[in-house]
DNA sequence: CAGATATGTCTATTAAAGTATACATATGTC
DNA sequence: GACATATGTATACTTTAATAGACATATCTG
């Protein structure tokens, strides 16, 4: 992803303003080229890790405060542009609002469900917890040996390394907020 | 530094087996061709920043866990082979005993002072924090407008983003030992 | 103003990351 | 035993990260 690049970018820049060096003095400090210091700080390179480790090695500090995003953001998922995966002949939809990022942890979807509609889950991996809440209309959801019957406004917790189902037991459209959290 | 490579190649070895994914799986969970995937596990590839977002981002983990060491390591680093530098003529001689690294955010010196001895260090950035022990002979150190005199066996904890010297009063020479915590 | 030093940009070259695909070796399954 | 599928390895190729060094602008000093 290049939303990466754009993080290092801005926080090598902004480390390396803060302590006013210029790009030759962190070419100094950690042995990585000017030209490709710049290219970095313009979001035009994708750097290798080494390139990473010898930055942050040079400069004493951690991988993350160089790939975190800026403090304030301000970014807009728009639900129409989502991708989205059907089952159950198309009656269960999901719609991916904010997908995996490795630097938050936790992904974010929408559910629709026709009347009926079912969806069963293997077990995901190990860690894996599910926050579920119910926008419109009913739900039952099914974890292992426990099971809920949810209504508007309703929100379910559970752990996903078990098998679980997700079904409609209403007669209008369900609507659902599923958040995943990993380890 | 391809010690991170050797942590990598570690780490997704083990999460990939774990999980117990082929290569292929993995491939097909990242967009990271199968063959970039084999040479990253045997550690024989330098991947970019981009290579290991999708990595992370297909196997739902952070980076950090894509990152770290193996939990149980053993690694040995020889006062022998350490690089010095020396100042005050050679009187005031600083081996880097563990290299800083951004995964573990602090590294260790040893110093010897000849008699006399003297060293004068900068401010440097905020939020370092010099941690001296004192192994053999005496040794008086200021920071800012603190003084202190350390004789064997003392050690002195100060924050480094001001002016500070170390010298040996002692007839003697002095062997300090100095940790830098980074942030 | 002339000369010197510092700072970021641009260009050409090299080294290597990444892909696609074919190959070899298992591990079943009928 | 023969066929099919799955899994990791090796090869050829394309793209691009990374370097070194030249260039263009500042900024300062005598």
Do not use: C
Not at 19 to 26: F, P
Not at 58 to 80: D, E, N, V, W
Not at 123 to 148: F, K
């Amino acid at each position: 992803m290049e939303q990466m690049s754009r993080n290092l970018a801005f926080q090598l820049k902004k480390i390396r303003q803060q302590r006013s060096l210029s790009l030759d003095d962190v070419a100094k400090a950690t042995g990585v080229s000017k030209a490709q210091l710049a290219q970095i700080e313009k979001g035009e390179s994708n750097p290798t890790v080494s390139t990473i480790w010898k930055i942050a090695a040079g400069l004493r500090i951690s991988f993350s405060s160089l790939l975190q995003p800026p403090t304030a953001h301000f970014m807009k998922f728009s639900s129409k542009d989502a991708p989205h995966v059907d089952e159950d002949e198309g009656r269960y939809r999901v719609y991916s609002i904010i997908p995996y990022d490795p630097e938050r942890g936790w992904e974010f979807y929408k559910i629709e469900m026709e009347p009926g509609a079912f969806s069963r889950s293997e077990a995901h991996t190990e860690g894996v917890e599910e926050t579920v809440t119910v926008i419109q209309g009913q739900a039952v959801i099914s974890a292992g040996e426990m099971h809920e019957q949810l209504v508007e406004g309703d929100t379910l917790v559970f752990s996903g390394h078990q098998l679980h189902e997700y079904k409609n037991t209403s007669e209008e459209l369900t609507i659902l907020h599923l958040i995943l959290q990993y380890k």
